[in-house]
């Protein structure tokens, strides 16, 4: 059993050091590569509109022309992939040659992909949405590693009274990461149609898309390389972590002078005790073990099906998101918009609710973690989405009235943000204190993935399923489904499975991450 007075004292000084400059610094640094993360995977939903104007509108259509299911799907679930492919490597890579190595290495994956993202080349549409995809496959796979090492990095600087909230912080970058899409789809798109006037499609559908639009997504996707460079320098700057240090690479003298450094105090090496929990056989155990099983195997599960649950709900959420944004009129009929009105319009409308919904949400999570604890914070979050997805779904029809349309948003905004008040940000704090240090960015790796996985389940598994079991009113090129009401239930009754799944996880408030993980720190310095 970890016992606190016999840990290392670096390790001691880290979990009751006082929160100062170099939390705050860690948690920008780690926080830019989530930024960056979510301005790339959700910028694509900004200007898949645009890019079925621009490849897939043909002279002798009624109506724009749209993305074909298939081209869709790829565009925007390429990237998804490459991310469970990241956080399954880069997590592994990280336990075997340290966190600041391969920290440095995803962020230049990230800046390059971002940046060829934008430059997608060739003469047919075939050839710029195949170009697009390869990029953005491996775009997924840079943004995948950022999950388990940002996490990992983080709770192993931080203090154990308020490392809840530094792992949530980082995580809450996100909201930011969002936001920020939607805004630089703003400012492009709102440049671009002062300066290039163009009528509606229904005026003229020929001139309604200019040629200068084909820059403006190159743009948006292209500028998600900015916020990852400019913090490249800083990654490269920080020391490897203590516990990767010294209870991974057996480097106690090291340890100590890079965490004196940081927190700038004199700290003794623990050469011996090192030496002793290296021989301890207790630590020896590895992932496909029956002793990780025994330890950790419930933990493992119960981490990943929350993720996995989680993430098909939480992706899935554009099922009736045109619903809520047609519903105020932030996005009118497409004909009644020309090409670089219908970016900034959606861009808006993302902008919105990231700012009253999704960023509060993160925030409210990193106040209250440490306070009310993981455990409490996730099955509370499962339990809401639970109550107000049912509360959506049974009376559907009574919301898509005229008259009650301002519910349906205020319901809609509650379940986005109890997601994020809840399991979309715990299910990535728990992972990074509960297992020990050799597997920790491993099992947050796994973890992550699992969340993917039931990302791409809800992105496209629902996307299928909530088409009109009508076959006259399907989305051009998609097969009838079950409809947004029976998919609406399925994702509540997903959620409430969710809340079961929580009981799986430990609480992990208020203890050191050796306490959490049950790694054996003992014996005589």
Not at 110 to 117: D, E, I, T
Not at 211 to 216: K, T
Not at 282 to 310: A, K, P, Y
Request: net charge positive.
């Amino acid at each position: 059993m970890a016992v606190e007075d016999n840990n290392l004292r670096v390790l001691n000084a880290l979990d009751l050091a006082k929160t100062q400059l170099y939390h705050f610094t860690a948690i920008v640094i780690a926080g830019m590569g989530f930024f960056t993360d979510a301005y790339d995977l959700f910028s694509i939903s900004l200007v898949t509109k645009l890019l079925g104007r621009l490849y897939y509108t043909k002279p002798d259509l009624l109506k724009p022309g749209t993305l074909p299911p298939a081209v869709a799907a790829s565009v925007t679930g390429v990237a998804l992939v490459g991310t469970l492919a990241g956080q399954l490597f880069f997590g592994w890579l990280g336990d075997k040659m340290g966190r600041k190595k391969v920290y440095g290495m995803t962020l230049v994956l990230m800046v390059v992909c971002s940046v060829a993202s934008g430059l997608s080349f060739g003469n047919t549409p075939k050839g710029v949405m195949t170009t697009l995809c390869f990029f953005r496959f491996w775009l997924g796979f840079g943004i995948g590693g950022d999950y388990p090492l940002s996490a990992t990095i983080m709770s192993e600087y931080a203090n154990k009274k308020t490392r809840g909230a530094f792992i949530a912080a980082v995580f809450a970058m996100q909201g930011f990461g969002i936001l920020f899409s939607g805004i630089v789809a703003l400012a492009t798109s709102a440049g671009f149609d002062h300066a290039y006037k163009a009528p509606t499609f229904a005026e003229n559908a020929a001139l309604s898309t200019v040629p200068q639009a084909d820059y403006i997504w190159r743009i948006i996707l292209m500028f998600g390389s900015l916020p990852a460079a400019l913090t490249y320098y800083w990654r490269m700057k920080m020391p490897e972590t203590a516990r990767y240090t010294a209870l991974v690479a057996k480097d106690a003298k090291r340890a100590a002078q890079d965490m004196g450094r940081v927190l700038q105090v004199e700290i003794e090496s623990d050469e011996a005790k090192v030496e002793q929990i290296s021989r301890d056989e207790t630590n020896q155990f590895g992932l496909f073990s029956w002793e990780f099983v025994r330890r950790h195997g419930l933990h493992l599960f119960g981490t990943c099906s929350t993720w996995f649950l989680l993430d098909i709900a939480f992706y899935s959420q554009n099922l009736f998101q045109k619903d809520v944004f047609s519903a105020v009129g932030w996005i009118p009929k497409a004909p009644t918009m020309n090409a670089v009105q219908e970016v900034y319009k959606i861009a808006r409308a993302q902008t919105l609710i990231a700012l009253c919904s999704t960023v509060p949400g993160y925030w409210f999570t990193v106040a209250f973690i440490d306070i009310i604890g993981r455990f409490a914070i996730q099955l509370m979050g499962f339990f809401f989405m639970t109550v107000f997805m049912f509360a959506i779904a049974i009376p559907y029809h009574h919301w898509t009235l005229d008259a009650n349309r301002i519910g349906f948003i205020v319901m809609y905004s509650f379940t986005f943000f109890f997601a994020n008040f809840g399991p979309n940000a715990t299910t990535f704090v728990v992972p990074a204190e509960i297992f020990p240090a050799r597997l920790r960015s491993t099992c947050h790796g796994i973890s992550a993935a699992a969340g993917k996985a039931g990302a791409i389940v809800g992105a496209y598994g629902f996307l299928y399923a909530a088409q009109s079991k009508d076959p006259t009113k399907t989305d051009a090129g998609y097969p009838t489904g079950i409809g947004i009401k029976n998919s609406l239930i399925v994702l509540g009754c997903i959620n409430a499975l969710g809340m079961l799944c929580t009981f799986c996880v430990p609480e992990s408030k208020g203890k050191s991450l050796e306490e959490a993980s049950q790694e054996t720190i003992s014996g005589e310095a």
